[in-house]
């Protein structure tokens, strides 16, 4: 397909900044630890920015030229559209909306040309907010809408993107996390569930079989050993045929892995410890809710205790989160059930209030009862823009707004206090897994203790923060035994550890700094282009080029297309090449060459005559990268062109 003829497409995020600091609600961001999970551990909080992944996730399913801006300032956006696009897509959730309408007005006033496309979780917003923002609206699954509407046939299967995110702690990146995308939605409809609603209750499954996963994963250990994965699947391990197929292959594969799955109660009662770390699993996000939540995936499952009990004494660590606010809940009762809840020590924990989204029961309920406090009752984009789950916008039967607020905030900041940094519990939850499997007689749980060993023996320098600045007197003590138990382990540290043990005391003061005064907390912009011609040798460049260099009516060089899929750019030369515009040409296709990763299609076909030289300059100078240049010659050289024999003859090397 030629793409320089398919209509070009912008697909963004909301533009930065964004977050409390700039007006938005709590948790609004770029980070799922620092912002929300770990928010009350300062600079003890892991740091990882994630972009948007729908972005990229569709722009490799296309077959488009588009490009895809995660985090795009104000000016930078402006800059992108006015590179023309005919359309932009922008993704976001209800939180986001504000953002969404700044960045629409945007589009329409640099870009007036463009057609908008709204997508993301926002789109459960009813069509009255977002039909003057936008001129599509795709609620649901991005891939099959947009290929639909560029007029691209409908994919029988989904290519996967290759991405990554950067853990950092005390400012220093300690692990890459390859992403995988194996499924949207989820079956178990609980009441509150954006994500389950969204897409109806259904399972949309991205990667269909448990092979299909671990090709992502061998794209990943291919370009880094060390990588970490979390599967983005709200319910990976509910399919047991995909889950133990997938664990099969990583068991022949040889290579003990470290990934992170979102499960439920439920689903992990169907998996010994073993069969998960067999597969991988070492780290699960489980929904504990609230003891009587009710709700089905905690139904027929062994308890929470066990459960969590198992998965730890294992090696697994555990992120649980619990809800504010349910209608049974009192000030003692979320105490309670907090108190029971850290008495399983769980390694992260998240606190949310109970808030309803557009298109789920809860929300329906709330809309028929007339639940929503006033203030937002008035206002429906005031409610839009504050439900990130730290405000308290309904109703409740105990409890004011305030105190339900106040209650989040006291379960946040216990939790670090009783249980201290999430660090050290997820590193006491590893030694734990290396203790129970170092002499297991399964060879392979043997590998997985040894990769534990490995990842904690890098721990060393990481104490001495926890022992000087940890909250409390008991937290601080916590470390300093963990450290020992470590050291007793794997040996005391080497003395170039002193240096390190510093630095990471430096690290974090500095960390503590940058939060305190709000500085560096905004990524930078990520950039990324599909099916383009690599910058900046687009069409339009290699001509002004030539232009430049004057190149003569007998000679016309075109640059015929760029496909995009095989990143090759072909480029045809007619009529007659003289020694000097040989060696201009042949000069900017090296520098091509040299500077992207690109194919090169030489099309000598309709070249009438060459000056000798001229063919040497493009022998000489591509010569490096033969391996990606291929030539077409004219097949039947008229007996004149011997230059053309001669060109035939240097590039008798090359591909083609
Ligand atoms: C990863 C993630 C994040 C990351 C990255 C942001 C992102 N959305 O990519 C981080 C950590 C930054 C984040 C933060 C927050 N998140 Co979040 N996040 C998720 C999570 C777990 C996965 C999203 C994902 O990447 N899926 C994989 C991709 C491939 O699927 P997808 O996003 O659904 O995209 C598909 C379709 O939706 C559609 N689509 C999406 N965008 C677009 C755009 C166009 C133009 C088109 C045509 C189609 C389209 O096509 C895509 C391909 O099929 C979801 C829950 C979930 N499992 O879905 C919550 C979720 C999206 N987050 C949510 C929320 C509320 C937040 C926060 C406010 C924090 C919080 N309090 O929970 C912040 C706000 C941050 C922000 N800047 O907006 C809610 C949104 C609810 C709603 N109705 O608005 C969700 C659904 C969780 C939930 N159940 O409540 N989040
Ligand atoms: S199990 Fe999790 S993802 Fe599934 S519906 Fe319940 S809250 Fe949503």
């Not at 194996?182 to 609603?197: Q, Y």
């Not at 998960?276 to 089905?296: A, C, F, H, K, T």
Request: proline letters at 6%; aromatic letters at 12%; charged letters at 25%.
């Amino acid at each position: 397909m030629d793409t320089a003829t398919q209509p070009k497409l912008l697909l963004t995020s909301v533009m930065r900044p964004i977050g409390p600091a700039y007006g938005d609600a709590e948790s609004v961001g770029y980070e799922l630890l620092h912002a929300q999970v770990t928010r009350a551990q300062g600079m003890f909080s892991p740091r990882a920015v994630h972009r948007q992944f729908s972005l990229d996730y569709m722009a490799e399913n296309l077959e488009n030229p588009t490009v895809v801006l995660h985090y795009p300032s104000r000016r930078e956006l402006i800059k992108e559209l006015k590179k023309g696009y005919e359309y932009v897509g922008i993704s976001f959730i209800m939180v986001t909306y504000h953002r969404m309408k700044e960045l629409s007005a945007l589009v329409r006033e640099h870009s007036p040309q463009s057609k908008i496309v709204l997508g993301g979780f926002g789109t459960v917003l009813p069509d009255e907010a977002l039909t003057p923002y936008g001129d599509h609206i795709c609620r649901g699954e991005g891939v099959a809408f947009m290929r639909d509407l560029l007029g691209q046939p409908p994919l029988a299967e989904h290519k996967h993107p290759f991405i990554e995110s950067r853990l950092q702690v005390f400012s220093k990146t300690v692990s890459y996390t390859g992403m995988i995308f194996a499924g949207l939605g989820c079956p178990n409809g609980c009441d509150f569930c954006s994500t389950s609603h969204f897409f109806k209750r259904q399972h949309l499954r991205l990667l269909k079989t448990g092979a299909d996963v671990y090709a992502v994963v061998e794209r990943h250990l291919a370009a880094n050993p060390d990588a970490q994965y979390t599967i983005l699947d709200e319910e990976f391990l509910l399919n047991r045929d995909r889950a133990l197929e997938f664990r099969d292959l990583v068991v022949k594969g040889g290579r003990p892995l470290s990934i992170f799955v979102f499960a439920s109660f439920k689903a992990l009662s169907l998996y010994t410890p073993e069969e998960l770390l067999e597969m991988g699993v070492d780290g699960v996000w489980v929904g504990y809710e609230g003891e009587r939540s009710g709700y089905e995936k905690r139904a027929n499952s062994k308890s929470p205790e066990e459960i969590i009990g198992a998965l730890k004494e294992n090696g697994i660590t555990v992120l649980a989160s619990m809800i504010v606010g349910f209608d049974y809940q009192t000030p003692e009762i979320i105490k309670a059930e907090h108190k029971r809840l850290m008495a399983l020590k769980p390694d992260l924990c998240q606190f949310m209030i109970y808030n309803p989204n557009p298109g789920t029961p809860l929300y329906d309920k709330v809309k028929a009862q007339n639940l929503f406090r006033k203030e937002f009752a008035d206002n429906p984009e005031h409610y839009w823009k504050w439900a990130s789950g730290f405000r308290s916008l309904t109703e409740h039967p105990h409890m004011t707004g305030p105190e339900i607020e106040r209650m989040q905030e006291y379960c946040f900041e216990a939790d670090f206090r009783e249980l201290g940094p999430t660090i050290y519990r997820v590193a006491e939850t590893m030694l734990n897994g290396y203790l129970k499997h170092k002499a297991s007689p399964n060879p392979f749980l043997r590998l997985k203790a040894e990769r534990f060993a490995r990842e904690l023996r890098a721990t060393y320098p990481m104490y001495l923060p926890g022992e000087l600045f940890a909250p409390t007197l008991r937290t601080r003590a916590l470390v300093h035994r963990l450290k020992k138990r470590v050291y007793a382990e794997f040996g005391a540290p080497a003395f170039s550890n002193q240096f390190l043990k510093w630095g990471a005391v430096a690290a974090a003061l500095w960390t503590s700094f940058k939060l305190r005064f709000n500085l560096f907390q905004n990524p930078a912009l990520t950039r990324k282009g599909w099916r383009l011609p690599p910058e900046p040798f687009t069409r339009e460049w290699l001509e002004a080029q030539l232009q430049k260099h004057n190149v003569p009516q007998r000679l016309s060089v075109l640059v015929e297309e760029y496909d995009g899929r095989r990143n090759q750019l072909k480029v045809r030369l007619e009529g007659a090449l003289d020694r000097y515009h040989g060696e201009k040409l042949a000069e900017e296709l090296r520098t091509y060459l040299k500077e992207t990763k690109g194919k090169l299609v030489l099309d000598f076909e309709r070249l009438k005559i060459t000056e000798r030289e001229a063919a040497a300059a493009f022998s000489q100078r591509l010569s490096e990268y033969r391996s990606r240049v291929s030539i077409s010659l004219p097949r039947n050289a008229p007996a004149h062109a011997a230059q053309l024999m001669v060109m035939a003859e240097m590039f008798k090397y090359y591909k083609g």
